[in-house]
């Protein structure tokens, strides 16, 4: 690590996306039921609690507090953490050599200043634990049967990250296996998600104001995350999540929420040409303005515009372009486009819906801009997206600030979600561009 002077704030590229619904989260918790944490895990004194998490800190930015109160309750509180967070910069384009090591010093340090009687890094792949989801219940049955523990402790199945989901999965099965009780802690779900989406029952969890002084020594221990590790850099774990004063759990009980009542696109699309005003609108020409500035490369041999509307785009993207593949779900807008004045002849409007690809070879610039919000199932849209990449392929993410009113996500909650995603797909973020109406993020496929 340099050990020149840091930048300023103004200067630090973003490393990871700062919290979006911490006001929303403060207000459902003030109505949420509260409890002690020995309640809400169903334990005594003399009892075991196994905790099961993906990353070192996990423990202590979710559930730290409760941890720290139920050791000094003479609770036996015995961690697992299934990665050592070797990636944690690889989504940048950044490795730091020995940072395994260093983050397993950290969170041995961190646990004990949290009273725990021990801790195990599984040494699993960091951002790959979604397919290491057999070998996490067994270390969680393991651990159970070791400790003869009475619950499990570990982040909510839900939580907007890949890794987070699989721990969680692997510890509700490994639980329920043995008998013995969950209880699910939120972390990046405060941040990135909002809390009108969560339809479960929250409690929040109050273990007293020594337990938190206990959380904040514990989370002083991971200077890794806590503080830029390379020069140029902001922290791993943002200032508005580090400081995040509750903790919680989510217990499933209610039915998810149900999917919004979509546009019907060919009935906006047949009422007017240009429903979102495109083609006149100040904020819709200084977006691509925008965009254009933005793309690293003058030139693209081969381009997939998805969700290309009435092509008002394409005709722009088409001067960078040698071949563009242009599509949209919807036929009334593909019609529009193919009608559109002009176009040149190299490139081709198709009707077609994500997960379908229609291309016939790679492309090295995918552009997918305002319509991912719609998509229902955002982890095989992305699936299908990377799918179309050459190495070396850029892809531009481009979503409104905000939340559509008939939309299943927010654009800085799907921007959040698709730079976790990126991190397993050997993707760098190159550009971020963030603008108090959009979001664009620019990738470039390494492998």
């Known amino acids: 690590m340099s050990t020149s002077a840091p930048r300023s704030a103004e200067q630090c590229r973003v490393v990871t996306p700062g919290s979006e619904h911490a006001d929303a989260w ?3 918790l003030s109505t949420a039921p509260v409890l002690p944490p020995a309640s809400v895990l169903d334990v005594r004194r003399g009892d075991a609690v196994v ?3 993906a990353h070192p800190d996990d423990e202590t930015l ?7 109160r ?5 609770v036996a509180v015995h961690v697992l953490t299934m990665s050592a967070g070797e990636a944690a910069l690889d989504h940048v384009g950044v490795q730091v050599p020995g940072l395994a090591q260093r983050r397993r ?6 646990t004990t200043a949290l009273g725990a009687v021990d801790v195990r890094v599984v040494g699993l792949p960091d951002g790959g634990l979604v397919q290491q989801e057999g070998a996490m219940r067994e270390a969680v049955a393991a651990a159970l049967a070791e400790h003869d523990a009475r619950a499990v402790a570990t982040l909510w199945r839900h939580d907007p990250h890949p890794d987070h989901q699989a721990v969680a999965r692997a510890a509700v099965a490994a639980a329920e296996t043995a008998g013995a009780g969950v209880a699910e802690f939120a972390l990046w779900t405060t941040h990135w998600t909002d809390p009108a989406e969560v339809r479960d029952e929250v409690v929040l969890v109050e273990p007293g104001e020594q337990a938190f002084l206990r959380k904040r020594e514990a989370l002083a221990c991971y200077r890794s995350q806590t503080e830029p590790l390379v020069e140029g850099l902001d922290a791993i774990v943002p200032a508005d999540v580090r400081t995040w004063p509750h903790e919680y759990v989510v217990r499933p009980s209610t039915p998810a929420l149900p999917p919004p009542a979509l546009p019907d696109f060919d009935a906006m699309y047949a009422a007017d040409e ?4 495109v083609a006149t609108s100040w904020y819709e020409r200084r977006k691509l303005a925008v965009l254009l500035a933005t793309l690293p490369r003058e030139h693209y041999d081969r381009v997939w515009e998805p969700g290309c509307g009435p092509g008002l785009v394409s005709a722009r993207l088409a001067e960078r372009a040698g071949y563009l593949v242009a ?21 081709r409007f198709v009707r077609s819906e994500l997960p379908e690809v229609p291309l016939d070879a790679p492309v090295d610039l995918l552009l997918v801009a305002e319509f991912l919000y719609y998509v229902p199932d955002l982890p095989r849209a992305l699936d299908a997206l990377w799918s179309a990449c050459a190495p070396g392929c850029h892809v531009a993410f481009l979503h409104w600030a905000h939340r559509p009113h008939d939309a299943h996500r927010s654009g800085p909650e799907m921007h959040a979600r698709i730079y976790l995603d990126s991190q397993q797909r050997g993707a760098v973020k190159i550009i971020s561009h963030a603008d108090q109406d959009f979001l664009l993020d620019v990738y470039e496929l390494t492998r």
């Open 274 to 277: 240009d429903p979102w005003d």
């Open 51 to 53: 905790v099961a998490v």
């Open 327 to 347: 599509s949209d779900s919807s036929s009334a807008a593909v019609a529009l486009a193919r009608r559109r004045p002009g176009m040149p002849a190299h490139v």
């Open 26 to 28: 403060r207000g459902r």
């Open 62 to 68: 979710a559930m730290g507090a409760a941890l720290a």
């Open 105 to 110: 010093e950290e969170v041995a340090a961190a």
């Open 70 to 74: 139920l050791a000094r309750d003479g």
